[in-house]
């Protein structure tokens, strides 16, 4: 490690008081950049090693002394190697006996082994009282101060007041330590950080197919189905027209899908009479992603916005503004205004500004650092009522987009009827449901189901 580095650290705690000796085993990376840090945070290193001869990258205040040494130094032993070097430790199990070993490992594959490396440390070891901590902080972040995004510490063993000594550490350390529990949790803290972006999968895979989907619907409708019959080019549209149609059709069916879980739990709760009952595991994993959900949804939506703004420079629009006027004065024609047709327009443009802004503030408040600084009922009421008028907004955007189109025949090409007519199904069957279930007679057995009241309490798990 970068001796120079050490001045970069942006969160060094207070090293006024020294405070007890803490023992490394492992002068690898992660053992070196947690050694450093430790020591900047007022606590005497020693590290134990196969090797001790020190070397320019161990901190120059630690010592480095054999494994049997440095462990009789200290009560608390943070074991930085790797979990199939791990049985070195079996002949050390006596001068490890009562001592706090803190396992930090990670794996390279979710569920690698058996059981959690943690839990085998302890197998192997079992006279010590084992803590896991640290395996989601990474050397690098430790080294450079860069902790913004992974300064929680999961920490988790059987023994509370290892767990304690530990967490005081981690406090102490600048970060913060978030109990997972007995040893058991282990195995999930050690799954942790190989997971890439698991909410994200869904929302990303299902927009993926929506996008495919409606491209190549889009596709037919208005570039094959001219050119076969009206000999016309317009596979131009693949670049703007044909997204500007996607990227509103995904905000509106990704926003409702958003609130369809929430309408389907009501319901199966209304039938089963109680909220006691788990919902399937479809359902309980869709209700997780729903944040993520809205915010691919609200991508979408921006791109919608942006895609919008460029219509007016485009020449295939500006070519058919000018050859309409050329046309009325060939013709000596004046189109008069029509004034429903304006006032269609600007409500159509208006909802779709005043859904778009509401869209944005459910984006900012569905943020940490926001719904943090917001209580219970006021993130609930951003999400679920504002959420809802959010919806009903971009609902009634399409809805005056459309206007009456759905009525003329030449609207459905192939049969095919536009893309929009599609995109208004999920949202208008949400919209009616949730209506629906806020009658009394729905909506009083609704609320005391979800206060704990059963109607055949004898079914339920
Ligand atoms: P590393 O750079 O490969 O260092 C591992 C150290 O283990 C070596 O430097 C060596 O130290 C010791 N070692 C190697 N073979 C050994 C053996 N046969 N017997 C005894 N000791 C042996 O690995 P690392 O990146 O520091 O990671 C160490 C642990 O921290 C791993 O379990 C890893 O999953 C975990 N971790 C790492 C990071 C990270 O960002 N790197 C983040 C979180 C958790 P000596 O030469 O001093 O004996």
Redesign the pocket.
């Known amino acids: 490690m970068n001796k120079n580095s050490s001045n970069k650290m942006a969160l060094a705690p207070n090293t006024s008081k020294k405070k007890e000796t803490v023992c490394i085993f492992?002068?690898?990376?992660?053992?070196r950049a947690l050694g450093h840090k430790m020591i900047q945070s007022g606590y005497s290193v020693v590290?134990g090693?196969?090797?001790t001869q020190t070397s320019s990258l161990i901190p120059k205040d630690a010592e480095v002394l054999s494994h049997a040494e440095a462990a009789q130094k200290a009560a608390i032993i943070i074991i930085?190697?790797?979990?199939q070097?791990y049985n070195?430790l079996t002949p050390l199990a006596e001068i490890l006996h009562g001592k706090v070993l803190v396992d930090?490992?990670?794996n390279l594959k979710i569920n690698q082994y058996p059981e959690s490396n943690a839990e085998y440390l302890a197998q192997l070891v079992p006279g010590a009282k084992v803590v896991k901590a640290?395996?989601t902080?990474?050397?690098?972040a430790l080294q450079s101060g860069t902790l913004d995004a992974s300064r929680q510490v999961f920490v988790c063993g059987d023994d509370m007041e290892a767990k304690q000594m530990v967490m005081d550490i981690v406090r102490a350390l600048g970060l913060t330590p978030l109990d997972k529990g007995s040893l058991l949790a282990a195995q999930e803290i050690e799954n942790y950080p190989l997971q890439l972006f698991p909410m994200w999968k869904f929302p990303i895979l299902l927009s993926l197919g929506l996008v495919t989907f409606f491209f190549f619907y889009c596709l037919i409708r208005n570039v094959i189905y001219p050119y076969v019959y009206e000999k016309k080019d317009f596979s131009f549209f693949i670049a703007i027209s044909i997204p500007n149609r996607i990227c509103p059709i995904l905000a509106l069916t990704l926003l409702a899908l958003v609130y369809l879980p929430g309408v389907l739990a009501a319901i199966i709760q209304l039938y089963r009479g109680t909220k006691y009952r788990r919902f399937p595991d479809w359902l309980d994993k869709w209700m997780l992603c729903r944040k993520q959900l809205g915010l691919v949804a609200l991508a979408f939506a921006s791109l919608h916005v942006l895609y919008t703004l460029v219509i007016p420079i485009r020449s295939f629009v500006r070519w058919r503004i000018s050859s309409r006027t050329v046309s009325q004065a060939l013709n000596n024609e004046t189109e008069p205004l029509n004034t429903t047709n304006a006032w269609l327009s600007d409500s159509y443009l208006a909802l779709g500004i005043l859904g778009f802004f509401l869209f944005v503030l459910l984006g900012i408040t569905s943020l940490p650092s926001v719904s943090n600084n917001v209580n219970w009922r006021e993130f609930r009421f951003v999400q679920s009522k504002l959420g809802y008028l959010t919806l009903i907004l971009c609902t009634a955007h399409t809805l005056v987009y459309g206007g009456n189109r759905f009525l003329r025949p030449s609207s459905y090409v192939w049969y095919l009827p536009s893309a929009y007519m599609l995109s208004l199904i999920v949202p208008c069957i949400v919209l009616v449901v949730k209506f629906v279930l806020l009658f009394p007679c729905l909506d009083k057995p609704l609320t005391r189901i979800r206060q704990g009241w059963e109607r055949n309490p004898q079914y339920s798990e």
């Open positions: 492992g002068t690898g990376d992660f053992g590290f090693s196969r090797s930085a190697i790797q979990r070097h070195f930090v490992s990670n640290f395996n902080v990474s050397a690098w």
